[in-house]
Structures are given as structure tokens and as C-alpha cells.
């Protein structure tokens, strides 16, 4: 990849992108690696933790809840935020977004300078704004000071995980692009070597550069807060030390009240790297008022971006996608991410939740490609902390495609089409989550085939998975999952239940 | 260049499309309390351990984040700091206002406790570590929680030195997530970080590597 952002709008298909990629041999080790990795880690921490099911409906109810009173709680937020000597400001896109934190950022020095670096914490959102390379333009540079982002800035790439951005490259790698972004003569290889060039490189940055960049992972409505979790301090660092804080946040961001937290910082941690509970959690409300040693940054700005939210929030069936609390845990679980990595996906947002998430910013206008790349195995779902039905919102979406492209040629869409209609019975009809599974098998009659053994085999996806299918052929879906065969005997043995 | 005449309009803007888009009329401040009130918490709220269990819990989960635990009883907190900064070798060191009256023993005579009046960052930068004390401590997540409190004070002295050594009264720890949220909600204004285990980061292969950009060392002081 190269350096220029990843953009939907000029992305390839993401199956021209993926045939190109699983031909990575390296990347997809790596990612393997990564996603096995963090999978392991976050299976044990969950199961550790008895009330998770619990946990899980608790968090889908707040976000539900949040999102049908969206405006409500957005309106508290900058009430309470602005009482507490913040400042809100709102943007209806991208580009309003980009405009106001160059001007924040300009307006932000001591006696009338115009800063020329900024330092920022790792942030999903100002990724989907490419705000580094609008700051580069208007003359500001902006040092990510996140380990994982630091190494795609100075290595010129693109991330590829929304937690672990640089989960695509190894060790050796990461140390060649430091030594030579960092000019170091001589480093070691260990990781531990690695963070500390890391450590050395930053420190200077951070008890230099004055005015910080940051998203934000939650805004608490009842108290005007805002939340960010991090690892490895590097966030404390740009919300803390400097003079003037800048916080961009999708309007999706808020929660009602604080005790909410209790619940989304048990499912964020576990599910995002397996941890019960991350490093470092920050929470703070506006500026502290004493003059001349006050805690934490004398400005705070925090941006509120729509860009195109408020569309999603109008389609009933997608309106879940805006639930999401970007843990990444469906990345990790995703059997097409797993092989072609983030990049293919062509946006910042990858893997399932990328898949539903960037063709609704787009507003369905690019990345069409994306609501295919999944073999809508549920894995997803599975693992969501805030229950997306990640298969149910693809399969909608990919409806949408279909009825926008139905002239042209899309002639085997059509039996697609036919397929989808199945499936939107069997979604009304059986309450069970793991129906997505069953959905898959539905949506995959029209395309399977059945070789000398009377195995069905699926050689061609509806056009977009096709990068990934042309490297491998696809098993289609058992008739019955593991899962389902192993409950089945289960209810037979004891006439119990034990779905989730 | 004037801020607010970017996107002028935006905020009604914003509102009204979000508005539109959920359809139904707005309900008003006590039908959404109402309806906050009635969304599921059947997870658990409060602990099931006894006492000596959480304390248990907190001590292996802080040592499984590369913490580590001393615990003592109440009365020797100067000893055993004075014995934990020797051992450590730290010998000048950052404290907020109000340590001794939060620890309720004096500090311990031989270091160099210099009290943050709003030390600047380079000044807090030259110190070997930092002693506070904590409000809040979960056990079930190995997380100690401080807030700008007397005897906590600004997040910035216990993130710039590379040493933090942190006292924990027995009586602040509670089992889990929620129970120290329901402690927290009086002072939920108040700047505060949650910290589990020394600073760390698992960018690289996901191998967990201790110390980035935090202190990379914490030792935390459990007085029953
Ligand atoms: S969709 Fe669910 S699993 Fe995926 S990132 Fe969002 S919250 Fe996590």
C-alpha cells in the first residue's frame, strides 16, 4: 500500500484488492499470528467472566437506547461539556470536521504563534477524515505517538486492524522502518528494543508539542466526560501535558450516564485485546479552572461529526452498525480477514464491521463490494460485545446493492435476490442468533454446486468475493454447524437448552 | 482563522437529520429517564467474595500485570515505603498535597518528597518516581483507580516519572467494575485514571511488552 489514505472512493473492488493480498505470503502469516492470538486471549478472559451474556444485553440495550434518543443525549453532552469549560463544536461531514481542527489547531499557540506540530492519540475516527493529511497541508504536523500507529506513519502504510493497526507487519519489519525513519545506526530486534526506540523517539514529542489530536471512546451525557482507554500511556501523555486538547468523536460516540460505563469498560478491554481491563483508562470533564497548575489542558474541544451517521440511524435494519463500540473483536474472529488482512477492505474500517460500516458512510455510493466479503459464518456476531447481527445488516445491505445495480450486469444477482428473500423469512421467523448460520447456507443455494462426492462447493461468489474464491475454493456451510449438531444431541441426552 | 464560521448551521443541521431519521416524536427528559430505567443489568452488580478472597483477587491480578504487591498492615505504611524506595533505589520523589493526612502516617525521613504546587512538566520529568495514594480499587480486573483527590492529586505527576508506588487501603477495594463505578458516581467529575499494571503494549506480535510511555514500574502497598 501505498501512503495515500485508504478511501473508499478510490479503493478497488474488494475482490481485486483481496486476490492481490492473499498472494502476501508474510501479511498473511502475520495476520494469522495476530488474530490467533488475540482470539486465544480474549476466549479466556471472557470465560472468566460468568455474567458475559449479561454484560452483552446490557451493552446492546444502552447503545439501542442512546440511538433512539440520540439527539436527546447529544444535547446534554454539550450542555454539560460546555458547563464544565469545554467547547462543542458540531460538523456535518468530514471536510467541516478537517476545517475546524485545522483552525482549532492554528488558533491554539501562545501569543498569536500558529503551531506547526501536533500530537496525537491513535483515533479510528480521524482516520475515516484522513485529518493527518489535511494538517500536513495546512502546514501542521501531526506525530502519532500510539506504537502501532507510529510504525504505519513512519512506514508510510495504512492500518489495517482498528485496534491493532500494525498487526500486519512482524517484528523484522517493524525494525527496519525504525531504523530508518528513526535514524538508528543499530537497534535490536526484540520487541522490548522496539518499544523503547519507540519510548526514546516520543518522549521528546511529548513534553515539547503543546496542542494534542484525539477521538474519544465515550462521551457521558449525564456529566459532560469523555472516556478514552488505552495501553501504553501514550494517551495520558497528549491528554494530559499539553496546553490545548482537541477530541473528535462521532456523534455515535455518547452514552447516557456514567454508570453505563460499568458496563462498556467490562466488555471493551476483554473483547479488544483480551485484557480485563486495559493498562490505562482516562476520564475527564471539561478543564480543570485553577490557573496556574491545573490538571490537564487549559482548552478542550471537543468535535461532534455526523458524516453520514444520521443516514444510517434512518434505516431500521442498519441502525445496529451505529452500536458499535470498535472493539475489533469480529475482525479477529473473520475467516475472510484472516486471509486477505485490512487493507483489501479498501477503508480504515475493516473486517465485518468494516464491511457494514463503510459502505453506510459512503451512503452507499462506493464500496458496494463490501457487504460480500463475508461468508456470513456468524462468527461475528458471535463474539460482538454490543450484539450487532453483523449477517443480518450484510445481507440487508447487500439487498440494497442489488436493487441498485438490478439493470446491467447483474444478471446472476437475481437469484441472488431470490436468496435474500428466503433468508429475510427465516430472520422473522427464528429467533435463535445463530440463524445467520443458517442464513448463510440459504443465501450460498443459488451459487454451490456439488462435485463427483456430492460435496457442495461454492467456485464463484457474487462477483466480489471472487478474489478470495479464485485463491481457494470454499466449502459451502454444513448442513448443520458443530455447534447445532453438538446442541442437538445435548437436548436429546437432557432436554436442556444452553443457547445464549 | 475564525472557528465558528466553519460550519455554520451544522449543529441545528446535525440535529435535525438525527431527528428525522429516528421517526419518532422526541420524548421528553422524564420519558428517557424512565426508559434508561428500565433497560436489563442482570449482570453482576455486586460482588460474592468475602473480604479476604477480594483482597486475594486484587494481589494476583496486579502481579499477573507485572505489578507488584506488598501487604502489610495498617501502622507500618512509613516503614514500608521507606523499604520498598531502598530496595528500588528511588530516593527523590514527586508527592500531591495531602499524602500524609490521606496515609495517615507520616513519610518516611531520608528521601526527598517534593510536594507538586503545579510542577512543570520538564520539573516532574527529572524526578525518579512518584508516591500517591488511590481511591478505588477492583479487584476482579487488577485496577487501581485515582482521582485529583488530597493525597492523589494531577494525573501528570504519576505519568511522567518512570516509578509509581501506590498505597491501597483495604477498605477501598471492592470486588468488580460496577461496585467501583456506584463508589466513584458522587466524584465522577473529577479527572481520573484508571490504572492496571505498569504501561504496556502488545502492538508488536502481540507479545505484551511492559513500559512504553508510563511508568514502567508499579508497586502497589496493600494495607489491611
Ligand atoms: S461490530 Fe461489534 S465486534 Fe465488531 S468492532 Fe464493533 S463492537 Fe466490536
Not at chain 1, 502475520?30 to 471472557?46: C, D
Not at chain 1, 472468566?48 to 451474556?53: A, G, V
Not at chain 1, 451512503?363 to 447481527?389: R, T
Not at chain 1, 454444513?478 to 442437538?488: G, M, S
Request: with cysteine.
Amino acid at each position: 500500500m501505498s501512503g495515500a489514505g485508504l478511501d473508499p472512493r478510490t479503493a478497488p473492488k474488494f475482490q481485486v484488492a483481496a486476490r492481490v493480498l492473499v498472494g502476501d505470503s508474510q501479511m498473511r502469516k502475520n495476520v494469522r499470528h495476530a488474530t490467533k492470538v488475540i482470539q486465544t486471549k480474549r476466549a479466556k478472559v471472557v470465560a472468566e467472566m460468568p455474567d458475559w451474556q449479561k454484560l452483552r444485553e446490557a451493552g446492546q440495550a444502552i447503545r439501542q437506547h442512546t440511538l433512539r434518543h440520540l439527539d436527546f443525549y447529544l444535547e446534554q453532552f454539550e450542555r454539560n461539556c460546555t458547563a464544565a469549560g469545554g467547547v462543542v463544536h458540531w460538523a456535518r461531514n468530514a471536510e467541516e470536521a478537517r476545517q475546524i481542527v485545522i483552525g482549532l489547531v492554528k488558533s491554539s499557540g501562545a501569543m498569536g504563534e500558529s503551531p506547526t506540530e501536533v500530537i496525537k492519540i491513535k483515533s479510528m475516527t480521524t482516520e475515516e477524515i484522513q485529518l493527518n493529511k489535511a494538517l500536513e497541508e495546512a502546514g501542521v504536523h501531526a506525530y502519532e505517538t500510539d506504537l502501532a500507529e507510529l510504525i504505519i506513519q513512519l512506514g508510510h502504510d495504512q492500518p489495517s486492524h482498528i485496534v491493532v493497526p500494525a498487526l500486519h507487519k512482524n517484528r523484522a519489519q517493524i525494525r527496519e522502518i525504525f531504523m530508518r525513519e528513526m535514524n538508528l545506526p543499530d537497534l535490536g530486534g526484540t520487541p522490548q528494543d522496539l518499544a523503547d526506540a519507540a519510548r526514546r523517539f516520543l518522549r521528546e514529542k511529548f513534553l515539547r508539542v503543546k496542542t494534542a489530536v484525539s477521538g474519544a471512546n465515550f462521551l457521558v451525557a449525564e456529566t459532560g466526560g469523555v472516556c478514552i482507554v488505552e495501553s501504553e500511556g501514550n494517551g495520558r501523555m497528549c491528554l494530559t501535558l499539553p496546553e490545548t486538547l482537541i477530541s473528535v468523536a462521532g456523534i455515535d460516540k455518547v452514552v447516557p450516564r456514567y454508570q453505563d460505563l460499568e458496563v462498556l469498560l467490562q466488555l471493551l478491554p476483554r473483547s479488544a485485546t483480551g485484557e480485563r481491563m486495559n493498562p490505562y483508562n482516562s476520564l475527564w470533564t471539561g478543564v480543570d479552572p485553577t490557573q496556574k497548575g491545573g490538571d490537564g489542558p487549559r482548552t478542550f474541544h471537543v468535535v461532534l461529526m455526523d458524516n453520514a451517521r444520521s443516514e444510517i440511524l434512518a434505516d431500521k435494519e442498519a441502525r445496529q452498525t451505529l452500536q458499535c463500540i470498535r472493539c475489533g473483536a469480529c475482525q479477529n474472529a473473520c475467516p475472510v480477514y484472516q486471509q486477505t488482512g485490512g487493507h483489501a477492505y479498501g477503508s480504515v474500517y475493516a473486517g465485518p464491521i468494516g464491511a457494514i460500516l463503510t459502505p453506510q458512510l459512503m451512503q452507499m455510493h462506493h464500496a458496494q463490494s463490501l457487504p460480500y466479503a463475508s461468508s456470513l459464518c456468524g462468527a461475528c456476531y458471535e463474539v460482538c460485545p454490543v450484539k450487532i447481527n453483523i449477517p443480518e445488516v450484510l445481507i440487508h445491505l447487500r439487498n440494497k446493492v442489488v436493487k441498485q445495480q438490478s439493470s446491467g450486469f447483474h444478471i446472476l444477482a437475481n437469484p441472488e435476490v431470490m436468496a435474500l428473500k428466503a433468508v429475510a423469512q427465516v430472520f422473522r421467523s427464528d429467533k435463535v442468533f445463530r440463524v445467520s448460520q443458517k442464513l448463510g447456507r440459504l443465501a450460498e443455494l443459488p451459487l454451490s454446486h456439488k462435485d463427483g462426492q456430492g460435496v457442495g462447493w461454492i467456485d464463484w461468489l457474487p462477483g466480489m468475493l471472487g478474489g478470495w474464491t479464485q485463491v481457494r475454493d470454499l466449502r459451502v456451510m454444513p448442513k448443520q454447524t458443530f455447534r447445532e449438531w453438538f446442541e442437538e444431541r445435548e437436548k436429546n441426552k437432557q432436554g436442556a437448552n444452553n443457547g445464549r | 482563522m475564525d472557528v465558528e464560521l466553519i460550519a455554520v448551521g451544522a449543529r441545528e443541521d446535525v440535529l435535525r437529520r438525527i431527528r428525522t431519521s429516528i421517526g419518532t416524536p422526541a420524548a421528553n427528559a422524564p420519558a428517557i429517564e424512565a426508559e434508561w430505567n428500565t433497560l436489563p443489568r442482570e449482570y453482576n452488580r455486586v460482588g460474592s467474595l468475602d473480604r479476604e478472597a477480594v483482597l486475594e483477587m486484587l494481589d494476583e491480578r496486579l502481579r499477573d500485570y507485572d505489578a507488584s504487591v506488598i501487604r502489610i498492615q495498617s501502622g507500618a505504611v512509613a516503614e514500608t515505603i521507606a523499604k520498598q524506595l531502598t530496595e528500588r533505589g528511588k530516593h527523590r520523589l514527586v508527592i500531591p498535597k495531602g499524602l500524609a493526612e490521606a496515609l495517615g502516617e507520616a513519610l518516611p525521613a531520608g528521601f526527598e518528597f517534593v510536594v507538586d504546587e503545579g510542577l512543570s512538566t520538564t520539573e516532574l520529568d527529572s524526578f525518579e518516581g512518584v508516591v500517591t495514594a488511590s481511591t478505588v480499587a477492583i479487584a476482579e480486573t487488577g485496577t487501581i483507580v485515582l482521582q485529583n483527590v488530597a493525597g492523589e492529586g494531577r494525573r501528570a505527576p504519576t505519568l511522567v516519572p518512570d516509578y509509581h508506588l501506590c498505597i491501597v487501603r483495604a477498605g477501598d477495594v471492592v470486588e468488580n467494575v460496577p461496585e467501583a463505578m456506584t463508589r466513584l458516581a458522587a466524584t465522577a467529575s473529577l479527572a481520573t485514571t484508571f490504572v492496571s499494571g505498569p504501561s504496556a503494549t502488545a502492538d508488536i506480535e502481540m507479545t505484551r511488552i511492559k513500559g512504553v510511555h508510563g511508568p514502567r514500574f508499579l508497586d502497589v502497598i496493600l494495607v489491611t
